[in-house]
């Protein structure tokens, strides 16, 4: 499972680490939602319910990362 780590600010960092080929069809359509497109894109999120939401129902396809 997707281990959220809190940043300062109020955002996660999220990398889709793992292909969307033969997932289901709702769990793509989280990925978009969360702004992820290609193999390895990050996005940095706004921490609240909704984006946790998003990464936990599809924590087998992304990563949740420390800010550097």
């Known amino acids: 499972m997707a281990k959220a780590k809190k940043t300062e600010g109020g955002t ?3 990398r889709l680490y793992k292909s969307m080929n ?8 989280s ?4 702004g992820l497109n290609k193999l390895n894109d990050v ?3 706004k ?3 909704q984006v946790r939401g998003l990464v936990n129902k599809v924590n ?3 990563r ?3 800010s550097a």
């Open 60 to 62: 087998y396809l992304v």
């Open 31 to 34: 990925v978009k939602a969360l």
């Open 47 to 49: 921490d609240s319910p």
């Open 12 to 14: 996660i960092t999220v």
């Open 22 to 29: 033969s997932c289901k069809w709702a769990h793509r359509l």
């Open 64 to 66: 949740i990362e420390e």
């Open 43 to 45: 996005r940095e999120l």
